[in-house]
């Protein structure tokens, strides 16, 4: 199983960007998704999670601002960031509690991250 984050990019103060995560394997479900982000110097923190089910949260530094969504059937989640400011320059990382089915078992783990996806804000 592999997750493959995508979206990041450069922008200005204020605009806005989209950030992709594609889930792909032998999956057989995923559980709470989410998204965390690492500044340089400083701890990965995180910015929003959601459930199977579509339950959201966000850390307060980005509620009113981005959204979390995830589309079941593709294994994808998305991140709309509206309104960026400098200090949500960061990597941004998916990460997934996925159970793959391989070999005839079923193998649960709820840390799967995709490698990061740079996103710069900058005028």
């Known amino acids: 199983v592999q997750l493959q984050a995508s979206g990041g990019g450069l922008v200005q103060p204020g605009g806005s960007l989209r950030l992709s995560c594609a889930a792909a394997g032998s999956i057989f479900s995923i559980l709470d998704m989410g998204w965390y982000r690492q500044a340089p110097g400083k701890e990965r923190e995180l910015v929003a999670t959601i459930t199977s089910g579509g339950s959201t949260n966000y850390a307060d530094s980005v509620k009113g601002r981005f959204t979390i969504s995830r589309d079941n059937a593709k294994n994808t989640l998305y991140l709309q960031m509206n309104s960026l400011k400098p200090e949500d320059m960061a990597v941004y990382y998916c990460?997934?509690?996925?159970?793959?089915?391989?070999?005839?078992?079923?193998?649960?783990?709820?840390?799967?991250w995709g490698q990061g996806t740079q996103v710069t804000v900058s005028s």
């Open positions: 990460k997934a509690d996925i159970t793959d089915y391989s070999g005839g078992y079923y193998r649960r783990s709820p840390d799967y």
